[in-house]
């Protein structure tokens, strides 16, 4: 089956990095998708990668490795507004995606 | 901005009502999906629609139903609504690329969701 693991819940500290760990199995790959959420708001986008290696956006990195089945999300110069949750999408091969549960991230000060 | 509108952001029915869930989005999007999130559970996808009149089922169909009549308008509908329907539904849009046929690698923007509870 398809499946897509990432850490229920992490705790950081205002002003640190954290780095959220996705792992994945499905059939195919077309790319992996990172997507924020606020409590009671809806999923933004947050990052895209199909191709090895690592993104940067600001203070928000993605990396990926195809042979691995991995991908992370670095959070750098964390903010308290950084609280939420962080859900990991992959494309499958016919397109469709297939969602984590998502990683709830508090950020204490 | 891409503007994703559903009609209610919490909604309280009865068992055995007849809900329907809008969603509409101003970006002339092609596909459009109906999620519902619950604790613990990642979202899960149940209809998409590429086109005008156009569905497909997703992972958990049963007891839902779609229509979309224009483009740009999306409407979830629970048949005959059981306490297990109870959950965040949240509807998307996103762009087709043109390089994945019908379903494409652009991101998905979604509306703020839909609280429905079901008594």
């Known amino acids: 089956g398809q499946n897509i693991d990432q850490p229920t819940e992490m705790t950081a500290t205002e002003g640190a990095i954290v780095q959220i760990n996705c792992t994945y199995q499905?059939?195919?790959?077309?790319?992996l998708f990172w997507y924020q959420q606020h409590a009671g708001e809806a999923p933004t986008f947050l990052s895209y990668?199909?191709l090895d290696g690592l993104e940067e956006k600001g203070r928000f990195s993605s990396f990926l490795s195809r042979s691995k089945g991995y991908s992370y999300l670095l959070l750098k110069e964390l903010q308290m507004k950084d609280s939420a949750s962080y859900l990991c999408?992959?494309?499958?091969?016919?397109?469709?995606?297939?969602w984590g549960a998502g990683t709830k991230l508090i950020i204490k000060p | 901005d891409v503007k994703v509108t559903q009609s209610s952001r919490y909604l309280v029915k009865r068992t055995g009502e007849k809900v329907f869930l809008e969603c509409v989005q101003d970006?002339?999007?092609?596909?459009m999906f109906w999620y519902r999130q619950d604790p613990g559970l990642g979202l899960r996808l149940i209809y998409f629609?590429?086109?005008?009149?156009?569905?497909e089922k997703g992972d958990i169909p049963e007891g839902y139903s779609v229509s979309r009549e224009k483009k740009e308008r999306f409407s979830l509908i629970l048949e005959s609504a059981s306490t297990n329907q109870t959950s965040m539904y949240l509807c998307?849009?996103?762009?087709?690329?043109?390089?994945?046929?019908?379903?494409?690698?652009?991101?998905?923007?979604f509306g703020d969701g839909t609280r429905l509870s079901i008594l």
């Open positions: 999408a992959v494309l499958d091969s016919n397109y469709q995606l297939i």
């Open positions: 499905t059939s195919g790959f077309n790319g």
């Open positions: 990668n199909v």
């Open positions: 970006m002339d999007h092609e596909n």
């Open positions: 998307a849009s996103s762009l087709v690329s043109g390089t994945g046929g019908d379903f494409s690698n652009q991101p998905q923007h």
């Open positions: 629609s590429y086109d005008v009149k156009m569905k």
